[in-house]
């Protein structure tokens, strides 16, 4: 595969291989040049490049230089129902710019998955996260596209949404030895929905009608920021820093009226539930490698690199609701409540990977990395006595908390040997973990300690590979309070 295409030696577009493929005349290219990616077989720690793609560098004639494209559309419909947007690229020397806006109220995002990574950059600031967010929905009613807590536009459920979003990706390479770049993102969706239902109970001569009115409005707003560089300071040094800062908001007001009917006796009941829910997404991640090759021996080389990811999700769910029994006993149940549930994440790994000549075509290899993971939840439950008294009324059984921290190490040795395509890596590493899972409920801490042999082989001739590993993960946390959520209970 073609990992990445530069043109006269320098990324265009966040170097995604269908930037300059489609956008780039064919009478403009001077000559092209298709190498290994010999940056990513660093990476992988083995330098084998039977398994890695390829960079594609296109140098250009030279009164092609500079240049400019991009999509610009819109249309308007019956019902107030428009859309507009574009997409802008523009390159000059050592100067790319993309800018993108758009608009609509049609339940759809103003541009497709594709063009928002590619053209709008967002591959870039992707590519720095330990985990990646990226939802994309579809329906006859609409479809959306959020990436990362940035909703870019569009509802694919009931009602009508209207969206809006800008954004701009600069990228500035001055030389060959440097190159860097900044983008911001802003997303809203503004969606109304009004629905209504009637369900009809027949037995015998008796009818019992219910009757359901929903009124809602949901606000959400996205930004995000990100930046990084590519330095090398020398032929034997390369430095990569990325980072970027997501926010997302979600503000949600709901009103649904209830009234249930007896064709015999009348009114049954009715009632009124209000419920307001706040969201805030907070997100920051950054990744960062050197690579340091040896001056003598290309193939002895130094490798450390880093990934962090932390953030907070905050969410706030406030329910006032009357309802009013009429039969067979009358009696209201009132319930206003406040459940709030916090979601703090940490992680990041690093790796420290050294490769080191001891005889002709024969390394030792020594590869460290380091694990730390933390999440948190905390789930409150409050009531008030009334819509205007404090929610200080705490209720333990809808309550609870849940914290997680791990960490881990392993350390890897082993020997390498490479001649004429042929290359063959056995390694013995140790593996040492330790967890800690603390829960409101259980009484005291649980802690897993696990220490572990962890051996590996990788044998390559050309394009065919074996590999061989063992590696210890604990399980992906999502949800483990085992507390009920009540906050819609109608």
Do not use: C
């Amino acid at each position: 595969p073609v990992n990445k295409i530069l043109v006269d030696g320098k990324s265009f577009f966040g170097e995604d291989p269908k930037m300059a493929s489609r956008n780039l005349p064919a009478n403009a290219i001077d000559k092209v040049q298709v190498v290994d990616d010999k940056e990513q077989a660093l990476l992988n720690g083995d330098n084998n490049t039977s398994n890695i793609g390829k960079v594609v560098n296109i140098t250009l004639k030279k009164g092609f230089k500079k240049g400019a494209f991009g999509k610009v559309y819109a249309g308007g419909g019956s019902k107030d129902r428009y859309e507009l947007g574009g997409i802008v690229n523009a390159f000059r020397d050592t100067l790319q710019v993309s800018i993108l806006g758009y608009s609509n109220n049609l339940n759809r995002p103003g541009f497709s998955y594709g063009e928002l990574m590619n053209a709008g950059g967002l591959r870039r600031s992707n590519s720095n996260r330990n985990n990646n967010s990226t939802s994309t929905w579809g329906g006859s009613n609409g479809s959306s596209i959020m990436i990362n807590g940035v909703n870019f536009g569009g509802s694919p459920d009931f009602g009508l949404a209207t969206s809006n979003g800008a954004g701009f990706n600069i990228n500035h390479a001055p030389d060959k030895k440097k190159s860097f770049y900044v983008q911001y993102y802003f997303g809203e969706v503004r969606k109304t929905n009004l629905a209504s239902g009637l369900t009809r109970l027949y037995n015998v001569d008796t009818i019992i009608e219910n009757q359901r009115i929903n009124n809602s409005l949901t606000k959400n707003y996205g930004h995000n920021i990100g930046a990084g560089m590519k330095l090398n300071p020398d032929t034997l040094t390369t430095i990569n820093f990325n980072a970027s800062y997501t926010v997302g908001l979600q503000r949600e007001t709901n009103n649904g009226l209830i009234t249930s009917d007896n064709n015999i006796l009348g009114n049954l009941s009715r009632g009124n539930i209000d419920m307001y829910n706040r969201s805030d997404n907070y997100n920051y991640s950054h990744s960062f490698y050197y690579i340091r090759k040896g001056k003598n021996d290309p193939k002895k080389n130094l490798i450390i690199s880093n990934r962090f990811n932390t953030g907070t999700l905050n969410t706030d769910n406030q329910t006032n609701s009357l309802l009013q029994y009429l039969y067979p006993t009358a009696y209201d149940s009132v319930l206003n409540q406040l459940r709030s549930v916090r979601l703090p994440q940490t992680s990041t790994i690093f790796n420290v990977i050294l490769k080191e000549p001891i005889a002709k075509n024969i390394y030792l290899r020594f590869n460290n990395r380091f694990r730390y993971d933390y999440v948190s939840n905390r789930t409150n439950t409050n009531q008030a006595l009334s819509t205007d008294a404090p929610y200080d009324i705490f209720n333990p059984y809808l309550s609870n908390a849940f914290k997680r921290s791990k960490h881990d190490f392993t350390f890897y040795q082993g020997i390498l040997y490479e001649n004429k395509g042929f290359s063959i890596n056995p390694y013995i590493g140790e593996l040492i973990l330790n967890s800690n899972v603390d829960v409101n409920s259980i009484e005291g801490k649980i802690n897993q300690n696990v220490r572990k042999l962890v051996p590996s082989l990788h044998i390559n001739y050309k394009d065919f590979s074996i590999d061989y590993g063992r590696d210890y993960v604990l399980l992906h946390y999502n949800y483990l309070l085992p507390v009920l959520d009540n906050s819609n209970p109608y």
